[in-house]
């Protein structure tokens, strides 16, 4: 019967172990791709500008300009680049809870000469053979949890054993709670709080920069319009200036004026006539940081090539300005680095319960209990005592031995307590203090911030009304 429950047991797991990996392949390769082959972020190339490009010409509208700088801007792709970091940074904080299996084998061969005869052989040869098999896992807010797995095959020809071979397992569990310092994991997870709430901040971050990288592409557009327009101002200038000259020049011929007065006029038209030149290449140097911010400068076919900015500021539609407490309070609840700074109080409040955790006594309950099961060819004591003629052996194996394990017929379980009293926590409590003083500190940072925004959204205001009373 023994024999028969081990070669089922034997044929059962030979037919796992060719089932799994026909079943597992796929995810095993896919689960190895992704470890130790990662995603990695390409760098992507220059794109949207040959659908803008009309007559030879590179045509542009402000929101045509602006989808071009989200898409091809080397600032914003170096910004993104901080959340795949910070992402980074959460992954690397769950490590602490990341399971582990351990598989190990040893095979020892001892032979050794006996000095008396209760060892049972002149020269003793025994062969130990040893598996072992471990998991532990951290649990998110609970305990840590152990499970080990220990079998021993030993082979000897020495005559008083019992057992020869023997095969010997051993299953035991252990879990410790903590129960006062380190509750609920709290040293574990309050870097992966933190990083998480890092990857919150970086990214609002990234919008504020992002957001700023697009204001100041605006404002180089409409600087540019500024810089075309420009051009047309000092032609017109030119053009007044030629024909005060020509009439001056005319008078001259007449007598009406003095050769001497003649030489305003000529001195007049060249300065306009400078002043247009250097009109024309700021428009040009205009134009060249339009390139790099949309990225053309990348491309040699769009390079040097013309850019038409389409959009005039003559017939813009009139627009209604909101009262300033409004917009202040619309700054408010937008305004993403706002929103980041309190974040980072967040995270300091986090340190300080850690802390606080770390002051505590270190009290932990630890729970443990396990099975055992013995196998092997068992030879009878009568026989080896001579008291009765020799039995012949009982055959059993690694069947017998883990049906003994998992039948639970030898248990074994245990608890206790751990109690650690700090007399003194220097460490502990200048991290407390360093945490309290970082939360002052952000709160202040916050309140700047906010005064800051206030402060740009009067200028704005102020900004716009000064235009209309100049135009």
């Given at each position: 019967?023994?024999?028969?429950r081990a070669g089922a047991?034997?044929?059962?797991?030979?037919f796992?172990?060719?089932?799994v990996?026909a079943?597992?392949?796929?995810?095993f390769?896919?689960?190895?791709?992704?470890?130790?082959?990662?995603?990695?972020?390409?760098?992507r190339?220059?794109?949207?500008l040959?659908?803008?490009i009309?007559?030879?010409?590179?045509?542009?509208h402000?929101d045509?300009?602006?989808?071009?700088?989200?898409k091809?801007?080397?600032?914003?792709?170096?910004?993104?680049?901080?959340?795949?970091?910070a992402?980074?940074a959460?992954?690397?904080a769950?490590?602490p809870?990341?399971?582990?299996?351990?598989?190990?084998?040893?095979?020892?061969?001892?032979?050794?000469r006996?000095?008396?005869?209760?060892?049972?052989?002149?020269t003793?040869?025994?062969?130990?053979?040893?598996s072992?098999a471990?998991?532990?896992?951290?649990?998110?807010?609970?305990?840590?949890v152990?499970a080990?797995?220990?079998?021993?095959?030993?082979?000897?020809?020495?005559?008083?054993?019992?057992?020869n071979p023997?095969i010997?397992?051993?299953?035991?569990?252990?879990?410790?709670?903590?129960?006062?310092?380190?509750?609920?994991?709290l040293?574990?997870?309050?870097?992966?709080?933190?990083a998480?709430?890092?990857l919150?901040?970086?990214?609002?971050?990234?919008?504020?920069?992002?957001?700023?990288?697009v204001s100041?592409?605006?404002?180089?557009?409409?600087?540019?319009?500024?810089?075309?327009?420009?051009?047309?101002v000092?032609?017109?200038?030119?053009?007044?200036?030629q024909?005060?000259?020509d009439?001056?020049?005319?008078?001259?011929?007449?007598?009406?004026?003095?050769?001497?007065d003649?030489?305003?006029?000529?001195?007049t038209?060249?300065?306009?006539?400078?002043?247009?030149?250097?009109a024309q290449y700021?428009?040009?140097?205009s134009?060249?940081?339009?390139?790099?911010?949309?990225?053309?400068?990348?491309?040699p076919?769009?390079?040097?090539?013309?850019?038409?900015?389409?959009?005039?500021p003559?017939?813009?539609?009139?627009?209604?300005?909101?009262?300033v407490?409004?917009?202040v309070?619309?700054?408010?609840?937008?305004?993403?680095?706002?929103?980041?700074?309190?974040?980072?109080?967040?995270?300091?409040?986090?340190?300080?319960?850690a802390?606080?955790?770390?002051?505590?006594?270190?009290?932990?309950?630890?729970?443990?209990?396990?099975?055992?099961?013995?196998?092997g060819n068992?030879?009878?004591?009568?026989?080896?005592?001579?008291s009765?003629?020799?039995?012949?052996?009982v055959?059993?194996?690694?069947?017998?031995?883990?049906?003994q394990?998992?039948?639970?017929?030898?248990?074994?379980?245990g608890?206790?307590?751990?109690?650690?009293?700090?007399?003194?926590?220097?460490?502990?409590?200048?991290?407390?203090?360093?945490a309290?003083?970082?939360?002052?500190?952000?709160?202040y940072?916050?309140r700047q911030?906010?005064?800051?925004?206030?402060?740009?959204?009067?200028?704005?205001?102020?900004?716009?009304?000064?235009a209309?009373?100049?135009i």
């Open positions: 019967m023994n024999r028969r047991v034997n044929r059962l797991l030979f796992l172990l060719l089932l990996p079943q597992a392949e796929t995810n390769l896919r689960t190895y791709l992704e470890r130790f082959h990662p995603n990695v972020i390409q760098e190339d220059v794109a949207g040959e659908a803008r009309s007559n030879g010409k590179l045509v542009l402000l045509d300009f602006i989808a071009l700088v989200l091809n801007s080397t600032d914003i792709r170096l910004t993104q680049l901080d959340v795949y970091t992402t980074d959460v992954t690397a769950q490590a809870f990341d399971p582990l299996l351990v598989f190990s084998f040893n095979a020892t061969r001892n032979i050794s006996q000095f008396n005869q209760i060892n049972g052989a002149a003793l040869n025994s062969l130990n053979q040893t072992h471990s998991y532990q896992q951290t649990l998110g807010a609970g305990p840590t152990s080990n797995f220990n079998a021993v095959r030993s082979s000897s020809n020495n005559q008083f054993n019992f057992f023997s010997s397992d051993v299953l035991s569990v252990n879990i410790t709670q903590p129960l006062l310092q380190g509750r609920g994991n040293r574990f997870r309050a870097p992966l709080q933190i998480r709430t890092q919150v901040i970086t990214s609002q971050q990234d919008q504020a920069r992002i957001a700023d990288t100041a592409a605006s404002q180089q557009y409409w600087e540019s319009i500024r810089a075309r327009d420009n051009i047309r000092q032609e017109q200038s030119l053009a007044l200036a024909k005060s000259y009439r001056d020049k005319q008078a001259l011929e007449l007598g009406a004026l003095s050769r001497l003649i030489f305003q006029s000529e001195s038209v060249a300065q306009r006539k400078l002043d247009l030149i250097q700021a428009y040009k140097e134009l060249d940081t339009l390139r790099r911010l949309i990225g053309a400068d990348l491309k076919q769009t390079r040097y090539i013309d850019i038409s900015l389409e959009d005039d003559s017939v813009m539609p009139a627009f209604e300005l909101p009262p407490e409004q917009a309070a619309k700054a408010m609840r937008d305004r993403p680095e706002l929103s980041a700074a309190g974040k980072l109080v967040s995270i300091d409040e986090i340190n300080a319960r802390a606080r955790n770390s002051l505590q006594p270190q009290l932990d309950l630890t729970l443990s209990g396990g099975s055992a099961g013995l196998g068992q030879i009878p004591v009568a026989g080896i005592l001579g009765a003629p020799p039995i012949a052996y055959r059993s194996g690694l069947g017998d031995s883990l049906h394990l998992l039948s639970f017929n030898t248990p074994f379980y608890a206790g307590l751990t109690l650690g009293l700090p007399i003194r926590s220097s460490a502990a409590q200048a991290q407390l203090s360093d309290l003083v970082n939360r002052t500190r952000d709160r940072n916050a911030i906010e005064q800051q925004i206030v402060l740009q959204v009067k200028t704005a205001n102020n900004e716009v009304e000064l209309r009373e100049a």
